[in-house]
């Protein structure tokens, strides 16, 4: 645990984004104590059920096709243990461990809600394996998103019956050990219990929202490298003017124009083509940024608000209503919302990398970059430039364009087509993953050669927000005079944007903060 000693108190229906970014940094949860009551209510009501003769789905019965099946009370633990066991089939890389430790507090957040029916212990041994650093090893590939995250979800499930393997401190061990080496024992699975931690949408709902997260920073690290493109390319700031957004309304377009003229505010290069520039308009990578990048931005709040609600639901199945005493069986563990809300990401990564490439290709070619010489090299021919770095941003943007075609539209029939319709939630959202890495990538290109257009302007300077961007990637990363090897460069460039260098140091020269949040 490395956000503090202190756990985060979650409260389901409350639990906001930036709780979870913290869970992500390393913090470990608990839950609020009011809400223990009623998890003890709700699980009172399974116990009983799983003692009548009516069958009730998953307390007395088998699962998905083997329903109709009745179980004997005696039997009912053999059957959560073989539920999770025989589940246990993901195939594929290790889940980041930041993202299985999202999992688990999402997870204890659902169940925390009392309508799973679980005992406090199961809610406790969630707790407590977040806290001493027990991470389950769960495979990335092998949920369809709906019923539930059902593999993945079986693997977290497991380390705490003592099955499958875990992650601690950096040792990949079998389950109990893994437990024993934070002073805990395998907890017994009671009626439901199994099913309740495999059904529901925590696994795709994690990977989304650290998609999210990533895709809002990389969004905002695009706005800075976007106005220092403009200032590369001594383009005109007029499109950015408050009038202009303002008469189309969209509050992600009017935020992002703010920002954008935050940054350039004080610039010289801007001042010093006020007159006798022949050019009328800029190419639309450069005029439109604050409709593209808004654009941006409202997606991706809609996308927050989708995946905050599914952070605090209860997504298993059959539901338990305390009022009434009833277990009814339900599909919210059908994850389709989770799907679109990462389509839009997804969408909104694509697009950001897709007019940040087409601003490094403005500004390698001498007939659109207003002067500067090609591929921003001062003796092109003997030397090559920014060539190839603009050709490996198309490479990336290429890569992210074709992953952004939706995946959930792509349903396919399983369990003996019981489940005949699934989300496809898991993948739409592991896939942000490699496509913010590749956005990343792109934006710490333009940033590279933005700056170095920016160079080649003097006498002329940038605004002081930016001249500090600036001179922070010189500290890394010398401006480009002859040629030489390159990928170290492009990497320390990565690094920078990954690490929220652009924003935080533009931000420290305004004294503001001009760049908009998912709120």
């Not at 009983?48 to 009745?70: E, M, Q, W």
């Not at 970059?369 to 591929?375: E, I, Q, T, Y």
């Not at 990363?477 to 929220?500: F, Q």
Request: proline share 7%.
């Amino acid at each position: 645990m490395t956000e503090g000693d202190a756990p985060l108190v979650v409260a389901p229906g409350t639990v906001s984004l930036e709780d979870l970014a913290r869970v992500l940094a390393g913090a470990s949860v608990v839950l609020e104590p009011s809400f223990w009551p009623r998890v003890e209510a709700a699980s009172q009501i399974v116990a009983k059920a799983a003692r009548a003769d009516v069958p009730a789905y998953g307390i007395n019965t088998g699962f998905g096709k083997l329903a109709s099946t009745r179980i004997a009370a005696d039997q009912t633990e053999l059957l959560q243990r073989n539920l999770i066991v025989s589940h246990c089939c993901g195939v594929g890389p290790a889940t980041p461990e930041p993202v299985v430790r999202l999992m688990m507090a999402l997870k204890i957040i659902s169940l925390g809600c009392g309508a799973s029916g679980v005992r406090r212990d199961i809610i406790e041994q969630l707790q407590a394996m977040l806290a001493g650093g027990v991470c389950p090893l769960v495979p990335q590939q092998g949920s369809v998103g709906a019923s539930g995250d059902l593999a993945p979800l079986a693997h977290m499930t497991a380390v705490m019956i003592g099955e499958g393997e875990a992650i601690v401190d950096g040792r990949t061990v079998p389950g109990r050990e893994a437990l024993a080496a934070v002073g805990l024992s395998p907890v017994t699975l009671g009626p439901k219990e199994g099913l309740a931690l495999i059904n529901g949408t925590q696994f795709s709902t994690a990977y989304a929202i650290a998609g999210l997260l990533r895709a809002h920073r990389l969004a905002c690290a695009a706005l800075v490298t976007g106005a220092l493109s403009v200032d590369a390319t001594m383009a005109s700031t007029a499109p950015f003017r408050p009038e202009i957004q303002q008469l189309r309304g969209h509050a992600g377009q009017i935020a992002a124009g703010v920002a954008l003229m935050s940054l350039l505010d004080g610039s010289d290069i801007r001042q010093s083509h006020l007159e006798g520039d022949e050019r009328v308009q800029d190419p639309y990578c450069l005029r439109c940024q604050p409709q593209v990048a808004g654009a941006a931005l409202d997606v991706l709040t809609q996308a927050a608000r989708t995946l905050t609600i599914e952070a605090n639901a209860v997504t298993d199945n059959p539901l338990v209503l305390v009022e009434s005493g009833e277990i009814v069986s339900g599909g919210n563990f059908h994850a389709e919302p989770v799907a679109f809300a990462a389509d839009q990401i997804a969408l909104v990564v694509s697009e950001i990398g897709a007019i940040s490439e087409r601003r490094i290709a403005t500004l390698v070619d001498p007939a659109l970059n207003f002067g500067l010489p090609p591929f921003l090299t001062p003796d092109p021919g003997l030397n090559s430039g920014f060539m190839i770095a603009e050709v490996t941003a198309a490479a990336l943007y290429a890569e992210n364009k074709q992953r952004a075609a939706p995946c959930s539209i792509d349903s396919t029939p399983t369990s003996a087509n019981q489940e005949d319709h699934v989300s496809m939630a898991a993948h739409a959202a592991r896939r942000l993953s490699d496509m913010a890495d590749n956005l990343a990538a792109i934006l710490g290109i333009e940033l590279l050669v933005a700056a170095q257009g920016i160079g080649l302007r003097l006498p002329h300077l940038t605004s002081p927000a930016l001249a500090a961007v600036i001179a922070a990637l010189r500290e890394q990363v010398p401006a480009l005079g002859p040629d030489r090897y390159m990928a170290d460069d492009l990497a320390k460039a990565k690094a920078l944007v990954e690490a929220g260098m652009l924003p935080r140091v533009a931000m420290s020269v305004l004294g503001q903060n001009p760049f908009p949040s998912l709120a």
